[in-house]
């Protein structure tokens, strides 16, 4: 888990440092600071929203209604707490009021959530990740301006709520929100784009983390730090309550897990650029503001990675928010080599397996109480054993889709089946659902045992909790069969898996799908039936 966060805090933290010395050695003013924030809001983020969207199945879409309303719940809540502190107990003007409460309570999505999110819990966060630049460019971020307009004009003026809905109107003719709108009507009436054209838009979609890390770092650079009494309190509370506030609001909404983590991660997420650059115009730069956003980011380093690597209340709450049960796949770490045989007999082999890598795999099967079915495997092809594990023998436990080329030893990553997973990572980083490699080389990645050879074939694990039509599945077909090795994919609904290559070419109206009770026959891999073959 260790090698996860760093792979995602490190880059983040080094493009913020990147941009603060370039501000501070004078290499980029405020004019690039202005260039930066056209080239990030007009061209890179519409480009990495609408392909992020575009590539999510319609159903995936509709689940995300919830989402959206409870991030917009959130950002706003939060938004008007500060202006309303900054208003009444600090006493200062709407203007700054607004810089302060944009400054704080509009997350850094644009430069943080996607990258942070899809690299620790896989790609199908980065949907939520996209939502929050859309959902705080249509709420706060017209409220803000429409405060800034307003409150430069007179000392005490009256904000009208139709002035405040014409700004959230005109928010839509911004690329930054209607490329995403636009993409949504493209994924409900499922259009596909080609390939060539996808790509295009992931090229320029990814230039949106670096370019927006380096404006962060610019606009920090260009005020001096100066602690004041209201610096600590403003990071304590960007960083420890609002992410607590987030959690308590989605929990009285009755999220799912995964919604709750997501929306609260996102909270968590240091302030962005955005108040100082409006603010600037009119302006209002608020000492709080500038030294707070500075001290956040400071103290980011400590508190992100805290909330997975911290006490275990912490990081159950707030990270994985997952059942402890394993599914099926999940490589699992254990402390012991009693394992229960299922229907055969154990082998020799099995013993000594055990002694060198302590890990097996979860396997789909119905188990006695308090046990998990679990398979292990040798380092022949052959040999494979199944058989069951108390559950409390489980020291940690990796979903497939945790796992990227990147644990790999460097020596290892010229295996086809490697390459196959690095071509993939590029193709598949649009794609919402969680996946990831199974197998030879998710065993590998997890346990770093040898496993994987010139012949292995790559098995990709992809999550599929909610329906995906027959068009969406031959558009991904197409991209995993480019793969330079053969690839064999597993889709896995609530109840069964099936492979995706079948579900694709089948001719027949039924689908042979592997459930905890043995193979079967079914119509509908997403429907659980009550019981016997249909």
Aim: one cysteine or more; a positive charge.
């Amino acid at each position: 888990m260790r090698k996860v966060l760093a792979d995602a805090l490190v880059p983040i933290f080094t493009g913020l440092l990147l941009g603060y010395w370039a501000g501070r050695r004078g290499l980029m003013d405020s004019i690039n600071i202005r260039n930066l924030i056209v080239f990030v809001m007009t061209f890179s983020a519409p480009c990495a929203l609408f392909s992020i969207i575009i590539e999510t199945s319609r159903e995936v879409l509709q689940q995300q209604l919830m989402m959206a309303f409870a991030i917009a719940l959130v950002f706003t809540g939060i938004y008007l707490g500060w202006y309303f502190w900054a208003r009444y107990r600090v006493g200062m003007s709407i203007p700054d009021g607004a810089v302060l409460a944009l400054t704080f309570g509009f997350p850094n999505s644009a430069a943080m959530a996607v990258s942070l999110l899809s690299s620790t819990f896989g790609p199908k966060a980065s949907v939520p990740a996209a939502l929050s630049i859309v959902v705080g460019s249509i709420t706060i971020v017209p409220i803000t301006l429409e405060l800034l307009k307003l409150g430069s004009k007179t000392v005490k003026p009256e904000i009208p709520a139709r002035a405040l809905l014409r700004g959230i109107l005109r928010s839509f003719a911004r690329l930054v929100v209607c490329a995403p709108i636009i993409a949504l009507l493209f994924a409900c009436l499922h259009v596909h784009f080609p390939t060539y054209a996808i790509r295009a838009l992931n090229t320029l979609g990814s230039a949106i983390n670096g370019s927006a890390l380096v404006l962060t770092g610019l606009v920090i650079s260009v005020h001096p730090f100066r602690m004041n009494p209201a610096v600590p309190s403003t990071t304590a509370a960007k960083l420890i309550v609002q992410p607590l506030l987030a959690l308590c609001i989605t929990l009285l909404l009755h999220m799912s897990h995964d919604q709750i983590r997501n929306i609260t991660l996102i909270s968590a997420i240091p302030g962005g650029f955005f108040g100082r650059a409006f603010g600037k115009s009119f302006n209002a730069t608020p000492e709080i503001a500038s030294s707070g956003l500075t001290a956040t980011y400071g103290f980011a380093v400590v508190t992100l990675p805290f909330m997975d690597s911290g006490p275990e209340p912490i990081r159950v709450s707030l990270m994985s928010m997952r059942s402890p049960i394993p599914y099926a796949h999940d490589l699992l770490l254990v402390k012991s080599m009693l394992i229960e045989e299922a229907c055969i007999a154990e082998p020799a082999w099995v013993r000594p397996a055990l002694a060198k890598y302590l890990w097996v795999v979860a396997r789909r099967a119905i188990s006695p109480k308090d046990r998990i079915a679990v398979g292990v495997r040798g380092q022949e092809r052959q040999q494979r054993w199944g058989g069951f594990m108390r559950k409390d023998q489980i020291v940690k436990m990796i979903a497939p889709w945790r796992l990227r080329s990147g644990l790999a030893n460097t020596v290892r990553l010229s295996l086809p089946a490697m390459q196959s997973l690095r071509f993939l990572e590029i193709e598949l980083a649009s794609l919402s659902n969680d996946w990831g490699p199974g197998g030879s080389v998710g065993y590998e990645l997890a346990s770093r045992a040898p496993v994987v050879t010139r012949e292995s074939d790559l098995d990709l694990v992809i999550s599929a909790p909610d329906r995906f039509d027959r068009d969406f599945a031959r558009h991904l077909w197409k991209k995993i069969a480019l793969a330079p090795a053969k690839v064999d994919v597993r889709i896995e609904t609530t109840w069964c898996g099936f492979s995706l290559e079948e579900y694709v070419r089948r001719n027949s109206e039924k689908l042979l799908v592997r459930t905890s009770t043995g193979p079967r026959l079914t119509t509908d891999p997403w429907n659980q039936p009550a019981g016997g073959n249909e």
